[in-house]
Structure formats: C-alpha cells, structure tokens
C-alpha cells in the first residue's frame, strides 16, 4: 500500500518546526517504527517533492513493545510507533501524522527528553530498603506494575500532569503500587506512602485517561485503587 | 574508598556492577545511549537458572555446571563456570529479596521451568518477561544510590573511545552527548564494559536496535582480543517480523511445545524422532541446525512450526500470557489455536570481548561483562543462562575492580585525554580529505549481508573465505577514506572498526576447521578434540588480524 508520512521536523529547541511529508511503498502491516529504519536507512532520503531530507532523528530499540522507546504522537495520538500499523492508521487519505510527545522538552524532530519520567521515581523514593516481603494475594498487580515501560504516553494525555508541576503521573503511581506492597518495614513504607500522597494522590483527578492510552493495556485504575488503599484509607 | 567506577551499558550487567560498587562506597558513572529500561535485557524472556532444587528432582549446582559446559560442547572455562552456578542460587535469593516478581509454585516457591539442554527443572521466570522483571527491580535499586549521588547516570551518551597510557592501563573514555553532538572526556579508577552483542554486525537479529556491536569494534581496533568470535547462537524458534527476528521465546517448548515439518502432508515430530531423550529441549544449536536441514533440502519446499495448540489454557495464560499477546500483535497468529511457522535467526553471541574468570580484559583496569565478553558459555548458551552470566558478570568485574583501584594512579589523565581527542580529530580530519562520500547505512547493509550469507548455521570453508574477500572489497572500495555528513565523525570512524570486527568473526571461525556448538561447518562436519579443544582467539596488530588458539584453563 501507498502511503504519506508527515513529519513534524525541528533540528533543536531553537531552530523553527515544519512538516515534511515522505511517500512510502509497503504493506498494511508495517509498523510506523518498520517504516521510520526504512526511511532512515535509504541512502538518500527525500521528501515529496523531491528535495533531499535530514534523517528523521526519534527512538527505537527493540521493535516489539517491550521497551517503550519509540513513543510519539502517531495522527495526534500518544503510541509506540513499534505498535501502530499502517493498515489501521492509514485511513481514506492515507496520510499519516508522526509528532514528538508535547508534554516534554523537544530535542531532536520525534525525539523529546523524558528525564522528568524518570527524576520523578527520585522524589518518590521508589525503591525499597530492606528486602521484599511476598504477597500473593497481590502478585499479578505487582507483575503488572512491573511491566510499565516508562514510555511517557500516560502522562502526554493525563489532564493534571504538568512538566513543571508536582503531580508525578501514572508512570511513578504503577511504580509506587509495587513497593508499596513488598516495603513492610516503617521507615522506609512511612516515606513511600508520604511522598505518595504528595506526588501523586493531591495531584490525581482520576480521569483515568492514562489507563485508556497505556500501550500495554496495564491495569492502571486497579493499581490506583490498591495505592489509595494502602496509602491513604491504610487499608 | 571513593573510586570511581566507570560503567558503560546500563542493562543487567551494567546495573548488577553499579549495584555492587555502589554498596561497596564507589562512585559509579552509568554511562549509556538510552535509558536502563530501553536496553536489550528488557527483552529476555524464559527465564533465569540455577539449581534451586525445589521440585524435588534433587538438582545441584553441580549438575547445572555439567550442563553448561556440556551444551558449550567444552569450551568454556570450568572455574568461571563452577563460580557461575554455585552463585546462581544466592543470586536469585538476591533478586527475589529486590522484589522481582517471579512465577511461584503452589508452595509460594520461585517456580521453575523446563528449559533446554537441561533435564532437571532450573529455570526461574517471570511468565516469558523475565528480563523485564528482573530489570525493574535493578533500575530501583541503582535509583537508590542515584538518589544519594553514588551513582551517576549518562543517558543519552554514546562512548567513543577509551583513554589509556602507554602501558595500556585504562584511564576512562571519551563519550558523546547525542543531544549537543559534543565529546567529552570521563576519568575513571576502572572501565567495565556492558554494552552487549554485536547485533549490528548482522542487522537481523532478535535483539536491540541500540546493540550495534560498535564498542566491541572500537575495542577490537584498539588491539583488545576477541575470543570465540565465530560462535553466533540462532535460536531454533523466531519469525521474521517488523524488520527483525522475532523471538518465540525457548518457554513455549519448556511447557510443552512441540515442533513439526510437514511431510507428505502429516506433521513429523522430528525432534522427538531423533533426540528421543530430551526431545524439543535440546540445547538451541542442535534443534537450529535440525531445522536448517529440513528447511534446506534443494528442490523442495518445507516449512516447520512451533506447535502450543495442545498446551492447556492455564498454562498459555499463567506462564505464556505474554507470548501469546505477541504472536496476536506481530503475527496475527494465536498460538492456542494454531501452530507457528518457524526458522532460526541470530539471537546471542557466545564469544566477544576476552575476559579472565574475574572478567578482566588484556588493558589493565578494563573489564568487560555481560553479552559483550567471552564468557560461561563456550560454543553454544544454554536458555537462561545469559540473564545469569550477565547480572553474576557485573558482579564479579565490580569486585575485582575495586580493590585494584584502590590505588589511585598518578597518571596525568588531562595529558592523555587530550592525546586521545587530538588522535581523534586527525582521523576524522584524514578520513574527510579521502573525498568519497558513500552513506553509512548502506555500507553497513553490505556488510550485514556478507556476514550473515558467511556465517550461516552450516558454512563452509568458499562461502567464509568469499566472505573474507568481500570485506576486504568492501574496506578497500567504500570505507576506507569516506565520511557520511549526515553522521559524527566517530560513527564514520567506527564503520572501518565494524568491517575488521566482522572480518575477524569469518577469519576465527575459518581457522576453526571442525563442528562444534554453534559453529558447525560442511566441509569439517566432526569434532575434533585434539586440535580445537581451544579458544578462538582475534587480535587487531596494526595492520592485520591475528588468529590463535589459546588452551582453556585447567578445572581446579
């Protein structure tokens, strides 16, 4: 199937944005990842017009939803790009819309710096002290937990999280439901649970939206209602 | 103390050394291209080993080292390995104490699996996400020392070069900040290199995009030997997909999946036929190159498949949930009702950088762990086993780093650094005056398809040497001299250092004139002890690339 990419392109934070449009040749299938190493891969790439084109720069590792790197804005919709085929994206047109998640600070066209994901696990202090204690009554929502891939795609669409706010998002919330059940000691838990409340519970309007758009499908309002139990009502 | 520990490669073996030199007071630099959740150990799936022994089958660390070195066909080290898997237990007891969420039995035990090469059940996972699992609870504990300022993070940086004096003696390396495009220079008390397989020399593979094997080849060029080069691991089970391999992970036949070629219309069960014993679970090389004889008959036409549809609802759901939803997304395939189509494709690379038993490399103060080292696992790996060698690798290179460095040294790091940078940009400066401009990528595509067209499941001596010729071509025509604008000058600098690297994988396996493991030839279709019970050992001189054979240690 035939197919036009638009490319939201900016080279750094300074430097003004424009949309680039790239034909290509492929099946259903593809994925927008597949699509992006092919047209990286091209000796010369060039655009629709037939002017010749940077490389797209954005990120990728393993292909197969698995690492979360690859997360944009696929036709204005937080996804990986490992996990959004052409077939269904395509529609009538078949025009689709690649742009960097908007909620971070752009460096690179579809590449955005997600530090702020990760200085948030900082705050909250989510790691435990002393060793795990085991539940298992709660070890599949500890499994799943386990699985969040940091991608950001969570807080793109949450309608609290703001870069320079507090409320840390659902990202650090899944984190937090984990340990929250294997820290059982005081000192540490007491610390958990606070900065809980702080980061995450004061700021959480519970639309929930996070939970529609994780590409895992984890099951975000279970951890939530878990965390609430053990932080705020102490089961 | 209060050395500085630089590690590169942030995946299990990179945060298993970090951990261990963070608890013991040590500075760590975390020197990595992406984040820890985007490095390939998020991607093993069917589990971890070590003889727990909780199934009553009477399993011993000792039994999972007979294993190891047997599936390695005798040619691993039998200390390192013995160290191995009498630590496997404690580790796992560590892990789980870390709060990884493995599968438990009805007990409450960490539950094991069947695995292959492997008769006892060994192998502790976490559904078929076990890399995953245990990552998430490694990235938390390093946040904790991060949080505290011990260990200091790099993401998002690129290692360019190491620096080190005139006795070789590693002083830190330069790295590159991929947003500002700028080098800077790093020293360190110790480097430990974690960067993992050397993917990008094949381009297909079921690994990581960020595993471009460029370390290794900027090592390699640097006159660090590679060892048992020529042992490239194709797991039996993967399907082409996305524009790489993917993995269907050695758990389906660890529960209870089965393979079959269609002949004359009915399924043949052609592992159980012919390896009555162990059947689908032989170790990853022979079941590769059973596969490989069926698909490869000239003339005819054959397919063969992974067959679940037999396996009970519980288990695809509690054990194998994760698979299934990939085979769904990326295959359109659902296993519990029909069988996979598969062949084998490059997963692991059994040799790489040469390590001592403490993992130590040939430059003082530079060690090198995980996949990226030559070590545990001998001409082929046992499945889950390299999750293990990598997360006991970073410890052991950690603690041997730490007390070597507890001497400063007095060496003038400033001097050395800005020899290292100046070197630096005379190649590249040299490297642009050579006027040719061919793009990157497609000189690596080549490159991609002479190593995997030479280094085939079964080679043979034309196809490897033809190989070796169409290198040298490739260097001669299109390398050497040229400089892509659209890529750093290290990246253009590098490809030279890719091409030997792949070079030196051909020329170990050439000189290597037997089958062993993974590494089986048609023109020496036999083992032979006498000459080749021996590590495959490539070292860069200058000019050319040196081939010997080194003896293994002797087990004490």
């Not at chain 2, 050579?434 to 398809?449: D, K, M, Q, S, V």
């Not at chain 2, 089958?515 to 070292?539: E, F, I, K, M, W």
Request: charged share 20%; proline share 4%.
């Amino acid at each position: 199937m035939h197919i036009a990419l638009k490319v939201r392109r900016q080279e750094n934070p300074d430097s003004p944005s424009f949309y680039q449009i790239f034909h290509y040749e492929g099946n259903p299938e593809d994925s927008v990842a597949l699509v992006l190493n092919r047209l990286n891969n091209l000796d010369s790439l060039t655009d629709l017009t037939g002017r010749p084109a940077n490389r797209i720069h954005w990120e990728c590792s393993c292909l197969q939803k698995k690492c979360g790197a690859c997360a944009m804005l696929i036709n204005g919709t937080p996804r990986l790009a490992c996990l959004a085929f052409l077939g269904d994206l395509a529609g009538k047109r078949r025009m689709i819309t690649l742009e960097p998640l908007s909620k971070f600070p752009l460096i690179s066209d579809l590449k955005v710096d997600r530090s702020i994901l990760f200085e948030n696990l900082k705050h909250m202090k989510l790691w435990l002290e002393e060793d795990a204690s085991m539940n298992t009554w709660t070890h599949d929502s500890q499994y799943q937990s386990s699985r969040c891939l940091m991608c950001g795609c969570c807080l793109e669409v949450c309608p609290n999280f703001r870069p320079d706010g507090k409320f840390a998002g659902a990202a650090a919330m899944t984190a937090a439901s984990r340990l929250m059940e294997q820290a059982v000691y005081d000192g540490h838990r007491k610390d958990l649970l606070k900065k809980f409340r702080q980061f995450y519970f004061e700021g959480c309007g519970k639309a929930l939206s996070c939970q529609k758009i994780c590409p895992l499908e984890l099951p975000l309002e279970d951890l939530l209602v878990q965390s609430n139990a053990a932080a705020i009502w102490h089961r | 103390m209060n050395q500085t520990i630089l590690i590169l490669g942030a995946g299990l073996a990179g945060l298993a050394a970090a951990l261990t030199a963070a608890e013991q007071q040590n500075k760590v630099y975390l020197i990595s291209a992406m984040p820890s959740e985007r490095a390939q150990s998020v991607m093993a799936e069917g589990g971890i080993n070590a003889a727990l022994d909780t199934k009553g089958e009477n399993d011993s660390p000792e039994e999972h080292f007979w294993d190891t070195i047997r599936a390695g066909v005798y040619l691993a080290d039998p200390n390192a390995v013995r160290a191995l898997t009498d630590a496997a237990p404690e580790i796992i007891r560590r892990l789980v104490s870390l709060g990884v969420v493995f599968n438990r039995d009805m007990h409450g035990n960490v539950d094991l699996r069947n695995f292959g090469g492997q008769k006892k059940k060994r192998t502790a996972f976490a559904m078929s996400s076990t890399g995953k699992q245990i990552m998430t609870s490694l990235i938390q504990a390093v946040l904790r020392w991060e949080n505290q300022g011990s260990v200091i993070r790099y993401n998002d940086h690129t290692f360019v070069t190491l620096i080190f004096n005139h006795d070789n003696r590693c002083l830190g390396c330069v790295v590159r900040d991929n947003r500002t495009q700028k080098l800077l220079t790093l020293r360190g008390d110790a480097v430990i290199i974690a960067t993992g397989g050397m993917n990008g020399l094949f381009g297909s593979t079921t690994g990581s995009l960020l595993n471009t094997g460029e370390v290794t080849a900027e090592l390699f060029r640097l006159g660090l030997p590679i060892a048992n080069g020529e042992f490239v691991q194709y797991h039996p089970t993967t399907v082409p997909c996305s524009g790489k391999r993917l993995l269907i992970s050695e758990a389906a036949r660890g529960e209870g999946g089965r393979l079959f070629a269609l002949r004359t219309g009915t399924p043949w069960y052609f592992m159980e036929e012919n390896y009555p014993e162990l059947g689908n679970l032989m170790p990853r090389d022979v079941v590769s190159r059973e596969i490989w004889q069926i698909l490869n008959v000239p003339g005819e036409k054959r397919a063969v498949f992974l067959d679940m549809t037999q396996l009970p609802l519980d288990v695809m759901e509690q054990k194998l949930g994760d698979l299934v939803d990939d085979c769904m997304t990326y295959l359109h395939i659902d296993p519990r009702r029909e069988p996979i189509p598969i062949s084998p494709g490059i997963h692991y690379f059994m040799g790489g950088i040469q390590v001592d038993e403490s993992h130590q490399t040939l430059f003082p103060r530079l060690y090198a762990a995980g996949e990226c080292c030559c070590q545990y696992h001998g001409a082929n790996r046992l499945g889950g086993n390299s999750t293990l060698g990598a997360i006991y690798g970073g410890i052991v290179a950690a603690n041997a780093a730490l007390p070597e460095v507890a001497n400063s040294l007095n060496d003038d790091f400033n001097a050395f650094a800005e020899q290292t940078l100046e070197d630096l940009r005379q190649r590249a400066s040299s490297l642009q005056l050579g006027g040719r401009h061919f793009p990157l990528p497609g000189i690596r595509a080549e490159l991609n398809a002479i190593l995997l067209d030479s280094l085939g499941i079964v080679r043979d001596g034309p196809r490897m040497e033809a190989g070796i010729r169409a290198i040298g071509r490739l260097i001669v025509e299109k390398v050497q001299g040229n400089y892509d604008p659209a890529f750093e000058a290290d990246e253009n600098l590098n490809m030279e250092s890719l091409c030997l690297l792949g070079k030196a994988l051909l020329l170990s396996a050439c000189n290597r004139r037997e089958s062993r493991g993974a590494h089986t030839r048609s023109d020496y279709p036999d083992l032979n002890d006498t000459d080749y019970r021996r590590y495959s050992v490539a070292q860069y001189r200058g000019d050319e690339i040196l081939i010997h054979l080194e003896d293994i240690p002797q087990k004490r």
